[in-house]
């Protein structure tokens, strides 16, 4: 007896239709899988056989041989434990497999009969839409981030059993209802409004979120650098629909979703801690899972402390700032992850953290502040658009009674800036000024004379490399949007040029 039922594998981000085909014949009791499956899905064999002996089904009592096809694809995980048993089932004449032909399961199975959740379910659902199927069976945790998918029927299946009742006609199931996100649905984020002062680097940060730009703020302890940095995400536009896809799969990969939502709608906001790893930065294992930078996809990730980093680590941010993406490869594969994120980072001017502090003494060397701003290289510098000081709160400041600017207003001037550039940009694949291709930089950035002779002048003055000029060009792009402008002024390069304060003041130590 022979049967065939869809599957859906899964492999970092890669996703791939699975057949599982099944053949029941006289022999020795038993039940082996082939089709290049690792540990996890050749464990399946003894969750199966207990399954169906606790759901009170009747296993074949012969051999029974299982094969993954492709057979030169890798399949991993537990998720294919519920298409291997429907196999069985259809291959024992329990139902007629025709009448799922439209459908792909995906679960694993507990020894009890009981389905559990399994990661990367959206991809794998918005995979079997492509394939044009019609039904998703998945377990009831994981039916409400596959109802996600548009033009997928999805049934939440509580245990093994009750499949069968369903497959074999005793039982009706319902279909889970397509989840459609509401606006009203907002999290709760810390607000601009709880920022006394600061005037000079909160507008730093509104043009870092107008334009997607990278940013690195330096400051003494206590001036309020990590206060502003998780107060960014607030400001930020809102996501789109298609955004929000590419960002939960990542999670739903990494088995990071939110239950009580199944679409990440606010832009993430990830800071690892200085001691984090290589792998733990952009990812890795046996099968390469997404580091940092590819859950703070379409978000921000914030380095605190960043000269703390080590440095071997920082260096590998340098190509995925560039591409936007990370290939990891592995004897299994090679695995392709987005990361498109706004960089931020946060540190103090020297060890002891007071150089420069109008009030209180630096007690460290020339030589270590020079060394201690050392630990981050040129190239990498290089990659930060906005470079600017934070300086320590007055008392001014904190004792005032003056209420500050709410996020939400900033997030409206945000939201024009960026709708100019997506107008701008339509069609080119680039979302945000800090996008702009070098062959666009000059198209998209036309200057006054008087612009361009600033801009000459600073550029002999600091010295700066091509990739900071193409910075100041973006900046100034971005600020000149911000004031409606179409021509970038020269008033527009000076504010950008203000936001390079290591190019200006830390030239020399």
Do not use: W
């Given at each position: 007896?022979?049967?065939?039922?869809?599957?859906?594998?899964?492999?970092?981000?890669?996703?791939?239709?699975?057949?599982?085909?099944?053949?029941?014949?006289?022999?020795?009791?038993?039940?082996?899988?082939?089709?290049?499956?690792?540990?996890?899905?050749?464990?399946?064999?003894?969750?199966?056989?207990?399954?169906?002996?606790?759901?009170?089904?009747?296993?074949?009592?012969?051999?029974?041989?299982?094969?993954?096809a492709p057979a030169d694809v890798k399949k991993s995980g537990s998720s294919h434990d519920l298409s291997i048993a429907v196999?069985?089932?259809?291959?024992?004449?329990?139902?007629?497999?025709?009448?799922?032909?439209?459908?792909?399961?995906?679960?694993?199975?507990s020894l009890s009969g009981e389905l559990r959740p399994v990661n990367g379910v959206l991809p794998m659902a918005i995979k079997?839409?492509?394939?044009?199927?019609?039904?998703?069976?998945?377990?009831?945790?994981?039916?409400?981030?596959?109802?996600?998918?548009?033009?997928?029927?999805?049934?939440?299946?509580?245990?093994?059993?009750?499949?069968?009742?369903?497959?074999?006609?005793?039982?009706?199931?319902?279909?889970?209802?397509?989840?459609?996100?509401?606006?009203?649905?907002?999290?709760?984020?810390?607000?601009?409004?709880?920022?006394?002062?600061?005037?000079?680097?909160?507008?730093?940060?509104?043009?870092?979120?107008?334009?997607?730009?990278?940013?690195?703020?330096?400051?003494?302890?206590?001036?309020?650098?990590?206060?502003?940095?998780?107060?960014?995400?607030?400001?930020?536009?809102?996501?789109?629909?298609?955004?929000?896809?590419?960002?939960?799969?990542?999670?739903?990969?990494?088995?990071?979703?939110?239950?009580?939502?199944?679409?990440?709608?606010?832009?993430?906001?990830?800071?690892?801690?200085?001691?984090?790893?290589?792998?733990?930065?952009?990812?890795?294992?046996?099968?390469?899972?997404?580091?940092?930078?590819?859950?703070?996809?379409?978000?921000?990730?914030?380095?605190?402390?960043?000269?703390?980093?080590?440095?071997?680590?920082?260096?590998?941010?340098?190509?995925?700032?560039?591409?936007?993406?990370?290939?990891?490869?592995?004897?299994?594969?090679?695995?392709?992850?987005?990361?498109?994120?706004?960089?931020?980072?946060?540190?103090?001017?020297?060890?002891?953290?007071?150089?420069?502090?109008?009030?209180?003494?630096?007690?460290?060397?020339?030589?270590?502040?020079?060394?201690?701003?050392?630990?981050?290289?040129?190239?990498?510098?290089?990659?930060?658009?906005?470079?600017?000081?934070?300086?320590?709160?007055?008392?001014?400041?904190?004792?005032?009674?003056?209420?500050?600017?709410?996020?939400?207003?900033?997030?409206?001037?945000?939201?024009?800036?960026?709708?100019?550039?997506?107008?701008?940009?339509?069609?080119?694949?680039?979302?945000?000024?800090?996008?702009?291709?070098p062959e666009l930089l000059h198209e998209v950035c036309p200057l006054t004379d008087e612009a361009n002779n600033t801009l000459?002048?600073?550029?002999?003055?600091?010295?700066?490399?091509?990739?900071?000029?193409?910075?100041?060009?973006?900046?100034?792009?971005?600020?000149?949007?911000?004031?409606?402008?179409?021509?970038?002024?020269?008033?527009?390069?000076?504010?950008?040029?203000?936001?390079?304060?290591?190019?200006?003041?830390?030239?020399?130590?």
């Amino acid at each position: 007896m022979y049967a065939e039922i869809n599957g859906i594998g899964l492999f970092g981000m890669n996703t791939f239709p699975v057949s599982v085909e099944v053949e029941v014949s006289k022999g020795l009791e038993r039940l082996e899988i082939v089709g290049l499956a690792d540990a996890a899905v050749k464990e399946s064999r003894e969750r199966i056989c207990s399954a169906f002996r606790s759901s009170g089904i009747r296993f074949p009592t012969g051999k029974v041989v299982v094969n993954l096809a492709p057979a030169d694809v890798k399949k991993s995980g537990s998720s294919h434990d519920l298409s291997i048993a429907v196999s069985v089932l259809a291959a024992t004449g329990q139902f007629n497999p025709a009448e799922v032909a439209d459908a792909a399961f995906i679960g694993e199975l507990s020894l009890s009969g009981e389905l559990r959740p399994v990661n990367g379910v959206l991809p794998m659902a918005i995979k079997a839409r492509e394939l044009g199927l019609k039904r998703l069976f998945v377990p009831c945790e994981n039916a409400f981030e596959a109802s996600v998918t548009d033009g997928l029927e999805v049934y939440a299946i509580k245990s093994l059993k009750e499949l069968h009742g369903y497959l074999t006609g005793g039982l009706c199931l319902e279909k889970k209802e397509r989840y459609i996100p509401n606006e009203e649905e907002q999290q709760f984020q810390p607000d601009f409004a709880d920022v006394m002062g600061q005037q000079f680097a909160k507008k730093a940060l509104e043009v870092a979120a107008c334009g997607g730009h990278n940013l690195i703020m330096i400051g003494s302890p206590g001036s309020g650098k990590s206060m502003l940095a998780k107060r960014l995400p607030s400001i930020l536009p809102k996501m789109t629909f298609e955004e929000s896809i590419e960002t939960t799969n990542i999670y739903s990969i990494a088995g990071m979703l939110d239950k009580s939502s199944p679409l990440v709608t606010i832009r993430p906001f990830r800071s690892p801690h200085h001691t984090v790893s290589s792998a733990g930065l952009v990812g890795g294992g046996s099968i390469p899972n997404p580091g940092e930078i590819s859950l703070a996809h379409n978000g921000v990730l914030f380095l605190d402390e960043l000269a703390e980093f080590d440095r071997s680590v920082l260096e590998i941010l340098r190509q995925p700032l560039e591409d936007g993406k990370v290939t990891i490869s592995r004897a299994s594969g090679t695995v392709t992850y987005p990361c498109s994120f706004m960089l931020v980072a946060a540190m103090n001017p020297c060890p002891c953290g007071y150089y420069g502090h109008p009030r209180k003494k630096c007690s460290c060397t020339k030589r270590q502040v020079a060394q201690y701003l050392s630990r981050i290289s040129g190239p990498l510098l290089d990659r930060f658009d906005l470079h600017i000081e934070v300086a320590p709160v007055e008392y001014s400041s904190l004792s005032s009674a003056r209420k500050e600017e709410p996020s939400s207003a900033i997030r409206e001037r945000v939201q024009r800036a960026r709708e100019i550039q997506l107008r701008r940009f339509k069609g080119t694949g680039i979302t945000c000024n800090a996008g702009i291709t070098p062959e666009l930089l000059h198209e998209v950035c036309p200057l006054t004379d008087e612009a361009n002779n600033t801009l000459s002048s600073v550029f002999d003055k600091l010295g700066l490399s091509a990739r900071a000029y193409g910075r100041i060009l973006k900046v100034a792009r971005t600020i000149a949007d911000m004031d409606g402008s179409d021509v970038i002024d020269h008033r527009h390069v000076a504010q950008a040029v203000r936001y390079r304060s290591l190019d200006r003041n830390y030239q020399e130590r």
